[in-house]
């Protein structure tokens, strides 16, 4: 225990004599969870919408006016052929063309089938996909309306109707910030200890100290220890930090015990360490560290389930994504931040996440070899 004590005094030192290290641990991870989730939103707005009305009647004035009725669409060009929408979609002034041909109208009245046609600038596939949804969604209510005007008043009363009723559950006003924030949180929270702990053992090899430890009759797993034990307790001041913010900037409290945050992440930071200590027994230079840390922390990242929902991967994807432990974290922190889970529906993944601890520890002290 003296051994290990004086590692630890040792590595407080070092860490509370680097100024960037404090920043990277205490000021980035506030900066960026007050900043990202402001603009890490899945919802689109504000989509340009191009509309070539050919048919200038009363049915197609008012489907346009149930467009302008939408938050979701700007109405910024009315070309009058559509060769000039698609010089409007090449020059960014258009998102999606909606083609309204002559005798609309006509076609709805007579024979009660009128078609549109709409064009989508799908560079930016997420953005045509949800905006050209959203315009679907605007035809169907706009056709249904139609429908019903045309329904003739049957004997008993008006036209059968089916009435649905629904609620948002965990979530009632499907804020996105209180989806986001958790998520975020995780992300800064693996992404600062892994990159540190990464470069440490290496930067003891550039500045020689690795040398003076090696001659020493120090046991690797009291150096190894040593080496994790300190960025663990900051971790879990970096989540403290996290959880307040969330809770004055986005008013995000808790639904479920906030001890089992801390006991989750507990045992997440000893294999998020153990991964970046096990980086850098590997590694000469902290350049080297920082690359493939960065690397394997960008595969963690987008397979972790905070930007792609798990279940709309394919089938290669979802395997790796169980052995991400980023993934695990993200799928906790929103089960007892919005849903109340307890110990019970988290068990499974502690129990793994136990696991990939047990491992990568013990890896990086078998992989970590003293040399005189």
Do not use: C
Not at 72 to 88: C, E, H, K, Q, V
Not at 105 to 126: P, R, S
Not at 211 to 239: C, D, H, S
């Amino acid at each position: 225990m003296k051994k290990l004590r004086f590692l630890l005094e040792k590595e407080f030192r070092q860490v509370f004599r680097d100024p960037a290290i404090l920043r990277m641990m205490f000021i980035m991870p506030v900066i960026q969870l007050a900043v990202l989730p402001q603009a890490a939103n899945y919802e689109v707005k504000n989509v340009k919408l191009a509309i070539l009305d050919q048919d200038h009647s009363p049915y197609s004035q008012r489907f346009i006016n149930k467009i302008r009725a939408s938050h979701y669409f700007i109405l910024n060009s009315f070309p009058a052929s559509y060769d000039d929408g698609l010089r409007d979609i090449e020059a960014d002034r258009a998102d999606i063309i909606l083609q309204i041909p002559p005798h609309f109208e006509k076609d709805l009245v007579v024979t009660g089938d009128a078609g549109m046609f709409m064009a989508v600038n799908a560079i930016n596939g997420a953005r045509a996909n949800l905006g050209a949804s959203y315009l679907n969604a605007i035809i169907a209510d706009y056709n249904q309306d139609i429908r019903l005007q045309w329904v003739q008043a049957p004997r008993l009363g008006g036209p059968p109707q089916i009435g649905i009723a629904s609620t948002n559950w965990f979530n009632p006003f499907m804020n996105y910030k209180r989806f986001m924030v958790p998520g975020i949180l995780v992300i800064l929270l693996t992404m600062v200890g892994s990159f540190l702990t990464a470069s440490n053992i290496v930067k003891e090899k550039e500045i020689g100290t690795i040398e003076q430890i090696n001659v020493t009759p120090i046991p690797k797993y009291i150096f190894i220890l040593g080496k994790l034990i300190p960025f663990w307790i900051m971790g879990q001041i970096v989540l403290t930090l996290g959880l307040l913010i969330a809770r004055l900037i986005y008013g995000i409290v808790p639904a479920g015990n906030i001890a089992l945050i801390y006991l989750f992440s507990s045992v997440y930071m000893l294999a998020v360490l153990g991964l970046g200590l096990l980086l850098s027994t590997w590694v000469q230079t902290q350049q080297q560290a920082m690359l493939i840390a960065f690397f394997i922390m960008m595969v963690f990242i987008l397979l972790g389930g905070l930007y792609t929902s798990i279940d709309s991967m394919p089938a290669w994807a979802q395997t790796i994504t169980t052995i991400n432990p980023v993934s695990y974290f993200i799928d906790v922190m929103r089960m007892v931040v919005l849903k109340g889970s307890g110990l019970q529906d988290i068990l499974p993944a502690l129990g793994k996440m136990g696991i990939f601890a047990i491992v990568l520890n013990t890896w990086a002290v078998f992989s970590y070899r003293k040399r005189s």
